[in-house]
């Protein structure tokens, strides 16, 4: 079984160039009143506190309370602690945006998600897209959900358990290879939907089973929006998987933020790309204006940078 638990990375660099675009993508199904499903092939475990052990990554910290006055739900905890200290990744991610005034439209609208899940002002609880989703679908549309990983399929049971009732009918969580799962559901009976394929690349595998599920899932679900993120990571695996990508004879949106340079010694992330088919027609034009402003105010060096490109038939 893979170590990687989202809880350690939430509020990256990575999970607000993920999660701004998500949130932009969840916007676009609701301006139509036809029912969507969403398919989470990796969910996470949903929603996971910044004061944690986990994501503080101070273990001393563990018995950190939620103050009484705070929306929003509490999240489980994950059932054991990092034993060591580290920097919080999130202060390098979500933290160097709050309180900004005069982002782009896709950021504020990013943050205004945000808050939802916290007290006025305050950033302490983040939601992972499964939370995300949720907050934003109505009545008719359907949550569908996966996760393999034992402990985190717990804590995201125990977190919709207890935060989600009120839409436990429209929302299914399945223990299983999401890769697999979300063949068996496409096309959703609403002939319109979106698949996040968000997996932890913690196997060479991630990279060929993204792109086969985007291409099989094509063939089952033309019109169907899906949400790639993948890592920039120094592995000829991401250039294969963004040149085969680009190739797909369909309709595409490519974003890619650069945090850093990166590491002399190969290793690291400096940076994350979302490839998204069938997006919204204002995905492109949202970009533009948010890609420069997110290198600037996340960029860790120099090397910070951002691409943006579209399919010939946009
Ligand atoms: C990057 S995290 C997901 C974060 C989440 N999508 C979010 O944005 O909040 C990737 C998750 O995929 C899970 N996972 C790994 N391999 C999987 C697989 N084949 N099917 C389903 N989940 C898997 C991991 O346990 C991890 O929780």
Redesign the pocket.
């Known amino acids: 079984m893979?170590s990687?638990?989202?809880a350690f990375h939430v509020g990256n660099h990575a999970?607000v160039l993920?999660?701004a675009i998500l949130v932009h993508v969840l916007d676009h199904f609701n301006r139509k009143d036809n029912p969507y499903w969403i398919i989470?092939?990796?969910?996470?475990?949903?929603i996971y506190d910044l004061q944690g052990a986990w994501a503080s990554g101070r273990p001393s910290e563990r018995h950190a309370t939620r103050p009484a006055q705070t929306r929003g739900p509490r999240p489980a905890r994950p059932e054991a602690e990092p034993a060591r200290e580290r920097r919080a990744e999130y202060l390098d991610g979500v933290a160097r945006l709050k309180g900004a005034a005069h982002a782009p439209a896709l950021i504020m609208r990013y943050l205004e998600a945000l808050q939802a899940f916290n007290s006025p002002g305050e950033l302490r609880y983040y939601p992972?897209?499964?939370w995300l989703a949720l907050e934003a679908m109505r009545d008719r549309d359907r949550l569908r959900l996966?996760?393999?990983?034992p402990s985190?399929v717990d804590v995201l049971a125990q977190n919709l358990s207890h935060h989600a009732r009120g839409r436990s009918r429209q929302v299914a969580l399945t223990q299983?290879?999401?890769?697999e799962g979300v063949k068996a559901l496409l096309p959703p009976p609403t002939r319109r939907g979106m698949v996040?394929i968000?997996?932890?690349y913690?196997s060479k595998q991630?990279y060929r089973h993204t792109l086969t599920a985007v291409q099989e899932g094509l063939k089952r679900f033309a019109t169907g929006s899906f949400v790639v993120?993948y890592p920039l990571v120094q592995r000829r695996e991401v250039q294969n998987l963004t040149r085969a990508l680009e190739r797909l004879d369909t309709v595409w949106v490519h974003a890619a933020l650069q945090v850093r340079r990166p590491a002399s010694e190969g290793f690291g992330l400096h940076g994350s790309g979302m490839f998204v088919v069938n997006p919204p027609w204002t995905l492109h034009d949202s970009l533009a204006q948010a890609l420069p402003w997110l290198a600037k105010t996340l960029g860790q060096d120099q090397g910070a940078s951002h691409t943006l490109t579209r399919s010939a038939r946009s």
């Open positions: 893979f990687y638990r989202h999970d993920k999660h989470d092939t990796h969910a996470g475990a949903g992972g897209s499964p996966f996760e393999l990983h985190e299983a290879d999401g890769f996040l968000d997996p932890s913690e991630d993120w």
